[in-house]
């Protein structure tokens, strides 16, 4: 049974600093790309930062590029989301999608909100 479960959501101050985990099972993590997506109250879902299957490249959207990191461990067949100097407008739903080819996985999201 596929599952990726995301975690390590919450509330967090502007300017401070999260990470968000995404362990995944029931698929061969190594052989996927994985990525982060997000998606605010009334807006639709967009890409937050992928990572290749073998970490070889990763890319980010440019609202977050040299805030938030994405990395994974094949060891412990999870992806991460460090997200640093966080803003109001980072508030959103985050999810995380593991690709190959024609197949695609989602998480069922974790809540990140950014408010004083």
Known sequence: ???????GGGLAQPGGSLRLSCAASGF???????????????KGRELVAGIGSNGGWTNYAG??????????DNAKNTAY????????????????????GFNEYWG???????SS
């Open 81 to 100: 989301l460090q997200m640093n100097s966080l803003r109001r407008e980072d508030t959103a739903v985050y999810y995380c999608k593991a690709t190959m």
């Open 1 to 7: 049974q596929v599952q990726l479960v995301e975690s």
């Open 28 to 42: 061969t993590f190594g052989s996927y790309t994985m990525a982060w997506y997000r998606q605010a109250p009334g």
């Open 108 to 114: 069922k999201g974790t809540l990140v909100t950014v």
């Open 63 to 72: 609202s977050v590029k040299g805030r938030f990191t994405i990395s994974s």
